[in-house]
């Protein structure tokens, strides 16, 4: 049988682990802010970033284009700053299955399909991501037991280029008006 952990050794991992979480989303943060800044624009770049955070990083290239960003540096800050909570959720998604045991009974089912579909399911991901966003997506890929290198990687892929899309298209569309 396996060693039962205490309190204290559950609380440490817990807390260990959201220090992780919360570093990588700094980390994103001050990318995202960089590249603002980089432009000279720094109260502009805040509100991208919380944009992208609350609405996803689609409304928030598409808003990028009014506050004056070039399409590559909007998509870009809003990239990043909607990557900013992703790290934080994966962890709370690990928690809340550790921890209570009515969602980890829930889950057993979602594992068996995982099992038989998992390999090639994650991929429907893609085009999920510009319309339900990449929180609700990784909450999917979580819930169902997918492989989480390849829930990020198919949740990039469809952030990014829908995002670019979005950037560029509004700025072509601002063009034909000027």
């Known amino acids: 049988m396996g060693r039962q952990m205490g309190p204290t050794a559950v609380r440490s991992t817990f807390v260990r682990g959201l ?3 919360v570093a990588v989303a700094l980390l994103f943060f001050a990318a995202a802010l960089g590249v603002g800044m980089s432009q000279g624009r720094i109260v502009p ?15 928030a290239a598409a808003a990028s284009i009014p506050l004056g960003f070039h399409p590559f540096t909007g998509a870009v800050i809003s990239i990043l700053a909607n990557l900013i909570s992703l790290p934080i959720m994966m962890f709370a998604f690990g928690e809340i299955v550790q921890r209570w045991k009515w969602a980890r009974k829930r889950l057993q089912k979602a594992e068996r399909l995982s099992q038989k579909y998992g390999r090639f399911g994650v991929w429907i991901l893609i085009p999920l991501c510009p319309i339900l966003g990449a929180y609700v997506c990784m909450a999917i890929g979580y819930l ?25 298209g509004g700025w072509a569309i601002v063009g034909l008006f000027r």
């Open 45 to 59: 770049t805040l509100s991208l970033i919380g944009t992208s955070i609350v609405l996803e990083a689609q409304p």
């Open 19 to 21: 220090m992780y979480g």
């Open 144 to 168: 169902l037991r997918w492989n989480t290198t390849l829930v990020v990687t198919s949740i990039l892929i469809g952030m990014v280029s829908s995002t670019f899309i979005i950037a560029y």
